[in-house]
């Protein structure tokens, strides 16, 4: 019985209206054993119905290392649904479940469960509830916490306990609740319930050992005797407490079994224990399966009887099914005060009880084993490929590292530790992945193992520290296998490539690509395409020359055939704005979306981070502004739940670009501090770059030039934090722009040498325009006039540009007292910035058409892109998706939401837009 706990009781009920009202939301509860976060669970069931469907699950130790076990623990009862969801989820979800052969993708899984429990809330509010989150497989806890982060529009409640001090729970984006102790006066009232009888001198010694921990409260009193009960025998000096607690399940689970040792002391683990075997078979079978259970006892009537006590006295509940351990402390006290060799014998005799092909048997056998076994080991290492393939990497990580420990011969070892360190990785647990490679590596001096420690060490470093780091580690394991396998040395040299980019350190990207010259055609075919592209990159940042045509053709074709729908590959798809800078725009805007859509059809969301990035920057180049925010949106939230720092850092960066254009400079601020935070400790230069060009096109739009030059200066400042060999390109303009309106015109005069390095004709005609605008700024009047048409008849990837540009020049007419041909440049300028949305652009045009005598454009509140404009980037993806005749099932898969947040924002985006219904979308100018 719930005793105290307002505040608790406050904020569950509050979830738990929300959801009566169709709003979801989630909760972690979080506190140390015995706090009293099962309790708060039970009595949010009590009070959720009858109106309010319940669905439970609970983290078990034992099942730990069991794929999907609590998620499907959790949506069994939904099951009979599952026909209804789209092909690729609900294969997915069989998969999982071992329903079907599909792979388990677990983002697909994730999303179907969401789906699942989105139309499951449609008849009624739902209140999931998770207990002993701690011990849930890892698979179960990412799909819970996807669907724990997207319950906004849904009737959903979720609810989960983990415990403090036992494995790590993290769930970042859910909100948590901090259970700690009991107030003394209820704890005293708790106290009172369980020992009414107490001596107040024994009361008050367990009010003040126990610290208000109900489960301490509840359970001390029973390992007492009578007489210290009643006070006439004084209490030990140390009583069981916390993980003390233990020892109290201990010692209750060796009474129930005979052992007769009910009061605190040490028993004697060695000594034959027949009942004892029924409960510790319990606590190593991890289904509870009690036929299993059973047929292991050496005694059938006897372990029934024992395990029919033991639930009598409230240790465990059983049927005729199943036994469950009523709090894992107790699970976890008899197994672990067992000695190793009834352990051992409880695994045999357990393994015994499944058949062959039963991968359960493979694991009590696993636990059975002492010193190496060989057999065992490869049968681990079959299973944990199986359960790779169905997305349960971190299961798949736990099984290698136990096959590795079987063992015996070193290659082996190391091997099964590098693909154990591998799948550690994928699942996030990098300080795990970085112990298993020192591991590995101090095993073996064969090149190939040690080239692969090389590789999955050098990802890590790359995305989690310093891509300078991860640059030599990657070159150094890719040099050791150059002859011996090229296909892995091309893999590893592309990903030096990405961390040479990241790094700015373009010498290196050049050695990289003659690297890759040297490697076999025939069994690295890929190799010549990425020598060219690496050369010409490095060649041209470095000294602008390419040993052939500067501009070749084969470069940005080779680009593409990595964005291959049939297999994209996003770790060799080319950085953010590269193709801009390379003169690739258009061609490479359609293959990035085009595989950007293969991934999502593939349900692959870990890789979308990494595709979404170059295809935003495109987009933010081309002017497609509102698509470029809502990509980046989603790759955002994906890089965060991900652990994809490096994507995290570039996205945040463009979007606080595209902030500062469409005039928000609060948000703007906020999301380049977050980038330059997380990349100036870690050296992700082209991230810090991308940020302080972000931050210094806000200064430019503000009228703020003099902090522009300082910010846009660091990104070509020689050995500055910020300097980089590239994206230097992408603010030169800016640049020159800012110490213009400063009245510095030497300093614009040495960027604008440094910019036609790279943009006159004979090398980047893309460039042309920003190159003849920049020029117009420091020419002469009588030459400014002929560059500036020269600018607005070159061809420009961007729309922006062209709006910047018609704006300086009608700036220039203005100046020049050219009114007439000033006003119609203002107004083309108007046209193309008030298209995107670009605000703090368009004030300065209508207060230079002001000055020109022009009262600015007329009165917008009519123009149908206005109701556009209002809405949120989601909002706007969503509406664009369903104005191409997509349904909300169909946006819901495409963007991982369920179809009722589909609907919701949809439901939000009529009224913004002054429309009734999504047939009037096709009429909208979305697009």
């Known amino acids: 019985m719930l005793v105290g706990r307002k505040e608790e009781q406050d904020e569950l009920d509050r979830l738990l209206a929300a959801a009566r009202k169709g709003h979801g939301g989630a909760l972690v509860l979080r506190g140390p054993a015995g706090i009293g976060k099962s309790v708060l669970l039970n009595h949010l069931m009590e009070r959720a119905e009858p109106d309010v469907r319940v669905l439970r699950a609970t983290g078990v130790e034992g099942e730990a290392e069991l794929s999907f076990a609590a998620l499907h623990q959790l949506l069994r009862p939904l099951l009979p649904a599952l026909h209804t969801l789209q092909r690729p989820q609900s294969a997915a979800l069989e998969g999982a479940f071992g329903l079907g052969t599909a ?39 990412d799909a819970l ?3 724990a982060r997207r319950l906004e529009a849904e009737g959903v409640a979720l609810v989960m306990a983990a415990r403090d001090g036992s494995r790590p729970f993290p769930a970042p984006g859910v909100p948590d609740l901090r259970i700690g102790p009991l107030e003394p006066a209820a704890a005293a009232r708790l106290l009172a319930r369980a020992l009414p009888d107490a001596a107040p001198i024994t009361r008050q ?37 916390n993980e003390r607690l233990q020892q109290v399940f201990w010692h209750r689970a060796r009474a129930l079994a005979g052992g007769g040792d009910s009061a605190p002391g040490a028993p004697d683990p060695d000594s034959p224990d027949p009942d004892g075997d029924a409960l510790l078979l319990a606590a190593a079978e991890n289904d509870g399966d009690l036929t299993r259970i059973l047929s292991a006892a050496p005694d059938t009537d006897r372990a029934i009887n024992t395990l029919s006590k033991a639930a009598g006295a409230g240790l465990l509940t059983l049927d005729q099914h199943q036994v469950r351990f009523r709090h894992p402390l107790v699970r976890s006290a008899v197994y672990q005060g067992a000695p190793l ?19 359960r048997r493979i694991w009590h056998l696993a636990a059975a084993a002492v010193g190496t076994d060989d057999t065992v080991a490869r049968q681990l290492a079959a299973m944990a490929e199986r359960i790779r393939r169905t997305g349960g990497v971190a299961t798949a990580a736990q099984t290698l590292r136990r096959a590795a420990a079987l063992s015996s011969v070193p290659r082996d070892r190391a091997r099964r530790l590098v693909d154990a360190a591998e799948c550690a990785w994928t699942a996030a647990e990098t300080a795990q992945a970085q112990a298993l490679l020192d591991q590995a590596e101090a095993l073996t001096d064969d090149p190939v193992l040690r ?20 640059l030599r580690v990657l070159l150094d394991g890719a040099r050791l296998v150059l ?30 690509g003659e690297l890759c010259a040297q490697l076999h055609p025939d069994r690295a075919p890929a190799a010549g395409q990425f020598a060219r592209h690496f050369r010409y990159l490095g060649s041209l940042a470095t000294d602008g020359t390419y040993p052939g045509r500067p501009n070749d053709r084969n470069i940005p074709g080779a680009r593409t055939t990595w964005l291959s729908p049939a297999h994209p590959r996003p770790w060799v798809w080319p950085p953010v704005f590269l193709p801009y800078m390379t003169g690739s725009t258009e061609p490479m805007l359609g293959a990035h979306q085009c595989a950007v859509d293969a991934l999502r059809k593939a349900g692959a969301a870990g890789a979308l981070p990494m595709g979404l990035a170059p295809l935003i920057a495109l987009e933010l180049l081309t002017g497609q502004w509102p698509a470029a925010v809502a990509h980046g949106e989603e790759a955002l939230t994906l890089a965060d739940e991900t652990g994809q720092l490096g994507a995290a850092c570039h996205v945040r960066a463009m979007l606080a670009w595209a902030a500062a254009a469409q005039g928000d400079a609060a948000r703007c601020r906020e999301l380049a501090e977050t980038a330059l935070s997380d990349a100036l400790p870690r050296r992700i230069t082209s991230a810090i770059a991308l940020a302080h060009c972000a931050l210094g096109h806000s200064a430019l739009a503000e009228r703020r030039p003099d902090s522009a030059v300082r910010l846009l200066g660091e990104v070509i400042n020689p050995g500055g934090p910020a300097e980089h060999f590239m994206v230097s390109w992408l603010i030169l303009p800016d640049l020159v722009e ?113 000055a020109a005598g022009d009262r600015g454009p007329e009165d917008t509140t009519t123009d149908p892109t206005a109701g556009i404009r209002l809405l949120t980037p989601r909002e706007h993806q969503i509406a664009r998706l369903a104005a191409q005749g997509m349904s909300n099932g169909d946006i819901a898969a495409q963007l991982f939401l369920s179809p009722r947040t589909v609907a919701y924002h949809l439901h939000k985006a009529f009224p913004k837009l002054g429309i009734i219904s999504r047939t009037q979308l096709s009429t909208m100018p979305l697009e």
């Open 145 to 147: 916490l996807f669907v």
């Open 483 to 512: 002859d011996e396998d090229p296909e892995l040395a091309a893999e590893m040299l592309v990903m030096a490539a990405r961390s040479a980019w990241v790094a700015a350190d373009p010498a290196q990207l050049r050695d990289i």
């Open 103 to 141: 792979p388990a993708d677990r983002f697909l899984v994730a999303l179907a469960a969401l789906t699942l429990l989105s139309d499951a809330s449609e008849d009624g509010p739902l209140l999931l509830l998770v207990d002993d989150a701690h011990w849930l497989d890892s698979a179960s806890a």
């Open 341 to 359: 060799s009834r352990r051992r014998a409880a695994h045999l005799a357990l393994a015994r009880a499944f058949g062959t092909g039963d991968d």
């Open 451 to 470: 080239a692969h420690c090389a590789r999955v060490r050098g990802a890590i470093i790359h995305a989690s520290s310093d891509p300078a780091t991860a």
């Open 205 to 241: 010694r367990l009010l003040h050992e126990a610290g208000g921990n109900p489960l301490a409260l509840v359970e001390l009193p029973l390992a007492l005797c009578p007489d210290q009960r009643a006070g006439s025998v004084a209490l030990p000096e140390h009583l069981p407490l």
């Open 738 to 850: 800012a110490h213009v309106r400063l009245g510095t015109p030497e300093p614009a005069r040495a960027a604008l040498a440094r910019f036609e390095e790279r943009a006159t004709p004979e090398h980047l005609p893309h460039l042309h325009a920003t190159w003849y605008r920049c020029r117009a700024l420091l020419a002469p009047d009588d030459e400014a006039a002929a560059l500036y048409t020269a600018a607005l008849q070159a061809a420009s990837p961007s729309a922006f540009d062209i709006g910047r540009t018609h704006f300086l020049y009608g700036e220039w007419l203005r100046r020049n007292r050219r009114i007439r041909p000033a006003r119609d440049h203002l107004h083309q300028a108007a046209t193309y910035l008030g298209a995107l949305g670009a605000r703090p652009w368009t004030e300065l045009i209508h207060g230079e058409l002001r």
